[in-house]
């Protein structure tokens, strides 16, 4: 009698395990995936239990009684961590329709409507391999709009998908000297975000950094008071001239700053060595024609870098981490494995949850993938193709690959 809450993936050709230090990787700890040749993993209700080599898992008492799932001459690793998205807005429609149509947009629709939507974009994620993914806001000053966001993200979480909720401030336009965005951020930093805090809405405080009519010390404040709040916080860095948004996330301890498609080489520089994650979205630029991030820069400097698809309904429709990966090592320098690393455990660190997520080992949640080939460096080369044949979610297939369907031989008659 098989034990249902044991399973057994075995013989791998490779297991990338991304074992290594509880700090994000940098440098030549980029390239380390922790790969196990003919490797095996023992599950146990949802977190996993042994890695090591076939030989000495399939070995373990344990394992005798375990559900087995074959992984020969396949890749196993661990589930795409997706650390940047803007999952619920902007709804699809027009591309140059502005913010504040867009925020109407979302106060029209029920709610319903919205979660089923962000439901169908979180089951193609899933089914190329996500299993972590974070999701904004951003609909500027519209409170309605940003609460009904969340509340929609409150209900995706963990259903397939673990969903991290992010409150994204955008100031709205303002041509009157900036009074009015000032009056905003003064609104939503004694209003709304004590409100979201009460009501357990989201976990980071976002911003984008857009210093027209507002100075860079109003923006600080608004970081102090989040993380006075409990908020873990980011910045929105895709501005002509980031240099004094990395600054300021740097000295104010931001998790993550994200974008950086401006940045320079000395740009770069600050963030070697800080805390401060660069997430990277080299989708962004594949959509809009536009510069990459020098990656190359930023891990020579010594800083920790994260990629993620910037997926967004109506301007970065891209939902596929494999397709991130990729465009990252053709595109932006990478290696397979600076790229992996950066999609999985330092996806995770950008989320506040690698203790959980992002690499196989003992104690972690089994969230995992088995890919249809026998070398992890093809998800370097193959762009545009699903590699995935099992997504696991805690120990549990979320998605299957499965057979595409044959006409019947009478079909295939001449009329």
């Known amino acids: 009698m098989?034990?249902?809450?044991?399973?057994?993936?075995?013989?791998?050709?490779?297991?990338?395990?991304?074992?290594?230090?509880?700090?994000?990787?940098?440098?030549?700890?980029?390239n380390d995936l922790g790969i196990i040749h003919d490797g095996s993993?023992?599950?146990?209700?949802?977190?996993?239990?042994?890695?090591?080599?076939?030989?000495?898992?399939?070995?373990?008492?344990?394992?005798?009684?375990?559900?087995e799932i074959n992984a020969a001459g396949r890749v196993v690793m661990p589930g795409f961590v997706d650390c940047h998205t803007?999952?619920?807005f902007p709804l699809l429609g027009e591309p140059d329709a502005d913010e504040e149509a867009a925020a109407r947009l979302v106060c029209s629709s029920t709610g319903q409507r919205l979660e089923a939507r962000a439901r169908s974009h979180v089951e193609a994620m899933a089914r190329h391999g996500t299993t972590t993914v974070e999701a904004k806001t951003g609909c500027g000053a519209d409170e309605s709009a940003e609460i009904k966001i969340l509340r929609v993200l409150s209900a995706l979480k963990r259903d397939p998908l673990d969903?991290?909720?992010?409150?994204?401030?955008?100031?709205?336009?303002?041509?009157?000297?900036?009074?009015a965005r000032r009056g905003a951020l003064e609104s939503v930093c004694t209003e709304l975000l004590p409100k979201i805090r009460r009501r357990r809405l989201a976990r980071f405080a976002d911003l984008v950094w857009d210093s027209d009519g507002v100075s860079p010390e109003w923006f600080a404040r608004y970081l102090s008071r989040a993380r006075g709040l409990g908020f873990a916080c980011k910045i929105h860095a895709d501005q002509r001239s980031p240099a004094a948004a990395i600054v300021t996330a740097v000295e104010?301890?931001?998790v993550s700053i994200d974008h950086l498609e401006h940045a320079t080489a000395a740009d770069a520089l600050p963030l070697g060595g800080a805390p401060t994650m660069a997430t990277l979205l080299p989708a962004v630029s594949l959509h809009n024609g536009g510069h990459h991030a020098p990656a190359r820069a930023l891990i020579d400097a010594g800083a920790a870098i994260?990629?993620?698809?910037?997926?967004?309904?109506?301007?970065?429709p891209t939902l596929s981490m494999q397709a991130v990966v990729a465009l990252a090592c053709l595109r932006m320098g990478l290696?397979?494995?600076?790229?992996?690393?950066?999609?999985?455990?330092?996806?995770?660190?950008?989320?506040?949850?690698a203790d959980r997520v992002g690499s196989l080992e003992p104690g972690k949640s089994a969230d995992l993938l088995l890919l249809d080939v026998s070398d992890y460096r093809e998800l370097a080369r193959q762009f545009g193709a699903n590699l995935v044949r099992l997504?696991?979610?805690?120990?549990?297939?979320?998605y299957k690959a499965g057979e595409v369907a044959r006409r019947p031989p009478r079909e295939l008659l001449p009329a």
């Open 2 to 30: 098989k034990t249902t809450g044991t399973v057994l993936i075995r013989g791998a050709r490779q297991l990338l395990t991304l074992r290594g230090p509880k700090e994000p990787r940098r440098g030549d700890t980029l």
């Open 41 to 67: 993993l023992l599950i146990r209700d949802g977190i996993v239990e042994e890695v090591g080599t076939s030989r000495r898992v399939e070995n373990l008492a344990c394992a005798r009684d375990a559900m």
């Open 86 to 88: 803007h999952l619920v």
């Open 163 to 179: 969903v991290v909720s992010t409150f994204l401030l955008r100031l709205p336009p303002d041509g009157n000297g900036g009074e």
């Open 252 to 254: 104010h301890l931001v």
């Open 306 to 316: 994260a990629l993620a698809t910037n997926f967004n309904p109506r301007h970065t």
């Open 335 to 353: 290696t397979a494995a600076e790229a992996i690393s950066a999609a999985t455990i330092n996806g995770a660190h950008a989320l506040g949850c």
């Open 391 to 398: 997504t696991m979610k805690r120990g549990k297939p979320i």
